[in-house]
């Protein structure tokens, strides 16, 4: 897991990022690198993006998930369960309350993907990009 992940730095988490906000239309007020702690923690804190956090895979009207939204301009609709692996768990590292940054944090995107590939292997379906994807 460690190598596929530390293979998408760079450029990549760039292009998630831009995505996730392009995706995500003004609904949180965008936040960077050069955002304060202070300023950060009470971002991520507020109402609207743990809601964000918590609800990633949650259909919209038109039956599609901001995950399935992000994942489809980054890989297109051929992204494998790997990709979509991948963008959530450097969306989470976004947006997570828990968790004290907004740059990609190798550590806690490799600490996601394990979880994602533990539970794929005992079957416990966590990710539904779209009912109709796999």
């Known amino acids: ?3 596929y992940c530390c293979s998408y730095r760079g450029s990549l988490f760039g292009t998630i990022r831009r995505h996730t ?21 009470i971002w991520k804190s ?6 964000w956090y918590k609800n990633l895979e949650t259909s919209d009207e038109d039956n599609e998930s901001l995950l399935y939204q992000i994942v489809t301009k980054v890989f297109g609709k051929s992204a494998t369960k ?20 907004i740059e990609m944090d190798e550590d806690y ?8 590939a533990d539970d794929e292997s005992n079957n416990n379906d966590s990710i539904s ?3 109709d994807d796999y």
């Open 1 to 3: 897991v460690g190598s």
């Open 21 to 41: 906000w392009s995706c995500l239309k003004g609904q949180l007020d965008k936040v960077d690198t050069s955002t304060s702690q202070t300023e950060l923690a």
């Open 46 to 51: 507020s109402d609207k993006v743990r809601w």
């Open 82 to 101: 790997n990709n979509t692996f991948v963008i959530k768990a450097c969306v989470q590292n976004m947006l997570d309350p828990e968790h004290p940054k």
């Open 109 to 116: 995107i490799i600490s996601k993907l394990i979880k994602y």
């Open 129 to 131: 990009v779209s009912s």
